[in-house]
């Protein structure tokens, strides 16, 4: 049950039916991560997006000079690693759990049977996508405008 609590929750999944979401939480992978565990490296294949159900996760990059940096921290019912799944490009940063970390995972196989068994849900699901990436596009130009000033 509380993988459908999670999903129905998380933004991402906003706009689908009850249905579509009993479906997704079926599909997802439940994962458990440690304090400083990694859940991916960054310049790694993306095949997957995770929804934290508990727990922290810190998004690290590496600098110029190759220093990781880190970027932001992220708590139930964020999600991330949608990017490599949208621009089937490596990942662009590291994400480590900060604290004990639950997390869902959705393959881009899990999302291939969504898609063809809910079309319409996973509408949904990529109009989300783009709507909360360019909420963070605009916080992200928020910030370095500030920074600028």
């Known amino acids: 049950m509380e993988k459908l609590a999670v999903i129905s929750s998380s933004p991402l999944f ?6 579509e979401l009993a479906y ?17 490296e960054e310049g790694a294949p993306g095949d997957s997006l995770y929804v934290i159900v508990r727990g922290e996760v810190e998004v690290v990059r590496r600098d110029s000079g190759g220093v990781p940096r880190p970027l932001t921290v992220l708590t139930a019912p964020d999600f991330f690693g949608e990017m490599s799944l949208i621009d089937k490009e490596y990942r662009s940063a590291t994400v480590r759990a900060r604290t004990e970390a639950v997390l869902l995972r959705l393959t881009t196989q899990h999302l291939a049977t969504f898609r063809q068994t809910h079309r319409d849900g996973f509408t949904f699901v990529v109009i989300n996508i783009a709507r909360i990436l360019s909420a963070r596009v605009r916080e992200a130009n928020a910030r370095l405008t500030a920074r600028q000033a």
């Open 14 to 19: 906003e706009m689908l039916s009850s249905t």
């Open 24 to 40: 997704l939480a079926e599909l997802a992978e439940q994962q458990r991560y440690e304090a400083g565990e990694p859940v991916f």
